[in-house]
């Protein structure tokens, strides 16, 4: 069973950087993505990178500063966040799929999931 475990949240002030991981064990997975939720809010999607590492795409709130990127070797996908705003404030979630591969997979094709890791942003 693949289960993922997310690390590297923590509290920051506005500007400043952080960097999450993502460790997947128990099985092979292909498309990686990170969501995001903040108290009282829908869940949203942060970034997508694709079973190579090639391409990746992000949400609209993160496009240019934050980057995705995977070690397949260490099986781990990494998120880079730089320049972070209150509004990033939220847990975040890995997910990964064991069917699709590519960076436009539908949420749920995302059928594994890790227990998030709580950031939080502090003005």
């Known amino acids: 069973q693949v289960q993922l475990v997310e690390s590297g949240g923590g509290l920051v002030q506005a500007g400043d950087s952080l960097r999450l991981s993502c460790v997947v064990s128990g099985g092979t997975v292909y498309a990686m993505a990170w969501f995001r939720q903040a108290p009282g809010k829908e869940r949203e999607f942060v970034a997508a990178?694709?079973?190579?590492?090639?391409?990746?795409r992000f949400g609209n709130s993160v496009q240019g500063r934050f980057t995705v990127s995977r070690d397949n070797a260490k099986n781990t996908m990494f998120l880079q966040m730089n320049s972070l705003k209150p509004e990033d404030t939220a847990i975040y979630f890995c997910?990964?799929?064991?069917?699709?591969?590519?960076?436009?997979?539908?949420?749920?094709?995302?059928?594994?999931w890790g227990q998030g890791t709580q950031a939080t942003v502090s003005s």
């Open positions: 990178v694709s079973w190579s590492g090639g391409t990746s």
């Open positions: 997910a990964a799929s064991t069917g699709c591969s590519d960076i436009y997979c539908p949420s749920n094709e995302y059928d594994c």
